[in-house]
């Protein structure tokens, strides 16, 4: 028999909770049979949430937690003095092995710095990166970090380089994945400061597959599997790819519905844009995992639907399965001892 | 009589030279009565494409310059030792007051150089960013600085606003263009070290509408006019803009042409479709301006064509008939004395 991967979902976390992240949870347990969640919040308003589904009572409990942390909040005043909000209980079942994983749709700052400070970082990591898919034209590339380490150093980048490509190669399953660092142009000798210090670092490093600069117009186009970049700049690529890309589909959809003869176009190839572009649709790759803790923590987006929060909570049974954090520890320790 | 306006043009630089440039220049002369140009480059190459084309001959002069900078070389070296080239012969005549701006497809960072060795920057100018205006859904935004400066200082970024704001309002026609700062959050604390300390600045400001953070998402929505950040994060955006747009364009053609049903749709949809989209071309806006130098010295595409460069040589009359440099000037001296 497998082991049951055991996953703690904040329920009272983004946009759309409780409601969403319960029914996600619900989908999650009837699509694996390996999984059981815990839904953490408000006790009353999960067990009537829950009261509405058909699932197998044993595979979702429920930890009350009586209060909740907002986006306005200060991350770490927030996790320090609010002990019982859901993202606090929570991240303590995942500390004290009761879970093996936490997902959560709430305030980002709270979830990295909760991370940290009650998870923990696995021996060896100096700052575990925020590390989400983006799709490309023919696939998916890791972008690492996105904005959990701002004003990182070339030592933290390096990790994130090394941590990504376990990651690619072992919950995505992608060989010797293309490792690739963010530059202004393709020449080792342009960039920042902080590139030109990472870049030969990277180059040194036996244990990925290194192929050198990658420009941004490029990133689309899956040129690297693991894209490494600092947080400020890989929170631009992630939050312009969802920006830009709402923006044209509004253009195209407001192109389609202009004329009469447009519209009958729409109606002929709807079905065939939608499949082509489904790829493009970031709810499928469920959240963000902080890399390099003691323990799994996966941010989803705060705007996130049962769907993407289904698909978070299913995530997280590969990378347990597959052993990610002793590969990193294991690696870490190795190449930098 | 209104002044006519002299452009020099870099008839060597870019993927489609010479021809799409001489094309390019003979179009803008064709399409506004107040323009001189002087193509720089091989001469007798030059004269053999002018003469495919009819053309008001007293306007499109030829200078000669034999040698050519190309993308591979060290910038600043470059414009140093290849005095005969075509960037360095073009920026000469600038100095010299025998043209009032030049444009030029070629090695943007020998261009930036150049502009910078040999024009020279205007008094209490730091820092001359590389401006470009790229589409939103409603209109365009200008994003300063895209490339010129990596790691520059809070103090640059605050004369990218006040210059970039000039621009915006006097060559674009925006009304008190709204001036705001691309962060990874919206609130005032958020930021890296550099965002945190360019913040106040911009918010101390009374010459310009600074309107606050901005995150990357929200640039395509049009937000705001003038976009403030750090060369690196302005490079990131602007090719990501570019590579994302072209590799959604592609899966959405591969889209309409996967079924029967699909292609006559798109045949239907087709003229609707690219009138919506054309906002989103780039090409439309010419190139961008490295502001702040004792002329006028304009960056286009590399792989421009004529429209393009016909676009980026018209838009040098509106910047010298609306005196921008004698603006920046008094700006910044008034509000930096």
Do not use: H, Y
């Given at each position: 028999m497998q082991k049951m991967i055991t996953v703690a979902v904040d329920a009272m976390g983004g946009d759309n909770a409780p409601g969403e992240i319960i029914k996600g949870a619900v989908l999650a347990v009837q699509d694996k049979a390996d999984i059981k969640v815990i839904l953490v919040g408000k006790e009353d308003v999960i067990k009537k949430g829950l009261a509405e589904y058909n699932y197998d009572k044993k595979r979702i409990d429920v930890v009350h937690a009586d209060d909740i942390i907002t986006n306005c909040e200060a991350p770490v005043l927030a996790i320090r003095r609010k002990k019982t909000s859901s993202i606090v209980v929570a991240l303590n079942l995942v500390k004290n092995g009761e879970a093996d994983a936490f997902v959560s749709a709430g305030?980002?700052?709270?979830?990295?710095?909760?991370?940290q400070l009650i998870v923990g970082r696995i021996k060896?990591?100096?700052?575990?990166?925020?590390?989400?898919?983006?799709?490309?034209?023919?696939?998916?590339?890791?972008?690492a970090d996105c904005g959990a380490?701002?004003?990182a150093r070339a030592t933290h980048l390096v990790q994130f380089a090394r941590m990504g490509s376990i990651y690619m190669e072992n919950v995505?399953?992608?060989?010797?994945?293309?490792?690739?660092?963010?530059?202004?142009?393709?020449?080792?000798?342009?960039?920042?400061?902080?590139?030109?210090?990472?870049?030969?670092?990277?180059?040194?490093?036996?244990?990925?597959?290194?192929?050198?600069?990658i420009e941004a117009r490029n990133i689309p186009y899956g040129e690297a599997d693991v894209i490494v970049c600092e947080a400020f700049v890989g929170n631009v690529i992630l939050k312009l790819y969802e920006g830009l890309g709402s923006a044209l589909l509004k253009k195209i959809k407001e192109g389609l519905m202009s004329t009469t003869k447009s519209k009958i176009g729409a109606l002929l190839s709807k079905s065939a844009l939608k499949?082509?572009?489904?790829?493009?649709d970031f709810s499928r790759y469920g959240g963000a995992p902080l890399l390099g803790l003691n323990g799994l923590v996966v941010k989803t987006h705060g705007s996130s639907k049962s769907n993407e929060i289904?698909?978070?909570?299913?995530?997280?049974?590969?990378?347990?399965?597959?052993?990610?954090?002793e590969k990193i520890e294991k690696n870490l320790n190795n190449n930098e001892a």
């Open positions: 305030s980002t700052g709270a979830v990295l710095a909760g991370g060896g990591v100096e700052r575990p990166p925020l590390t989400p898919v983006i799709p490309t034209i023919n696939g998916i590339t890791l972008l380490n701002v004003d995505i399953g992608i060989k010797n994945p293309r490792v690739a660092i963010v530059n202004i142009g393709a020449e080792e000798e342009k960039g920042n400061a902080l590139v030109k210090e990472t870049f030969p670092l990277l180059k040194n490093c036996t244990d990925i597959n290194f192929i050198g600069s499949e082509t572009l489904k790829d493009f289904r698909n978070s909570i299913l995530q997280c049974v590969t990378f347990t399965e597959q052993k990610i954090n």
